[in-house]
């Protein structure tokens, strides 16, 4: 385990369903991320907060939505996906966002799968 | 545009054998560039990070080199083993802002 475990692993879904993907991590980091992985394309960074407050949305769309209730909890509230939001979504952290010599430590991701 | 590009896309070698991978990029100002070992299945994990002064660093059987002059680095896998089968991504970090540029990644599948 890397210290930022995300849930479910797995997740298949309808379009017209509400559901949410949850990240924890257990490293006292101060920055979270979201981002997405399609197959054949390099990863998506999608939200950031920085100490509880949200630093990016990279254009996502609305039915994405992000919340971070504190620094070690982000979760991503999904309705009326499409079919082409099937991918990875990975939760990562880090010591803090404004650094760019932070590392970024990644969990195992969740499966999507919209139907 | 800030781009970075990675090759080969795929590759296969046999269990021992060495193998090197290619990360050329186009990032300007240039802060630092890291490699990324991803299994199947599981999230991308820091093999190594490199700052402009720094042309070679080692991770164990893992050496990655940056050449900042021509924008290219290579990550050299000695001795590969079965458990080496996976994707590894650069990534590279422009000096202003945080925003990380992500390449596709290389798929490596050591076989016995």
């Known amino acids: 385990e890397t210290g930022v475990t995300q849930t479910p692993r797995h997740l298949v879904m309808g379009m017209t369903n509400k559901k949410s993907l949850k990240c924890e991590q257990h490293l006292g980091h101060n920055a979270m991320y979201w981002y997405k992985q399609s197959a054949k394309k390099p990863l998506e960074l999608m939200f950031v907060y920085n100490f509880k407050e949200q630093t990016e949305n990279n254009s996502v769309p609305s039915r994405f939505s992000p919340e971070c209730p504190n620094s070690s909890h982000l979760f991503l509230h999904l309705h009326t996906l499409q079919p082409e939001d099937s991918a990875l979504y990975l939760c990562a952290s880090s010591h803090d966002s404004s650094s760019g010599a932070n590392v970024l430590t990644f969990g195992a991701g969740s499966r999507l799968t919209v139907l | 545009k800030n781009q970075v590009e990675q090759s080969p896309q795929s590759l296969i070698i046999l269990e021992g054998k060495n193998c090197t991978l290619q990360?050329?990029?186009?990032?300007?100002?240039?802060?630092?560039l890291r490699w990324y070992k991803q299994d199947t299945g599981r999230g991308p994990v820091s093999l190594t990070i490199m700052t402009f002064s720094e042309n070679t660093k080692s991770n164990g059987r893992y050496t990655a080199t940056l050449d900042a002059d021509t924008k290219q680095s290579s990550l050299h896998i000695t001795a590969s083993q079965l458990s080496d089968s996976a994707s590894y991504i650069c990534v590279v970090s422009a000096k202003a802002g945080t925003a990380l540029i992500f390449g596709k990644g290389t798929t490596l599948s050591v076989s016995s």
């Open positions: 990360c050329n990029y186009t990032v300007s100002p240039f802060s630092n």
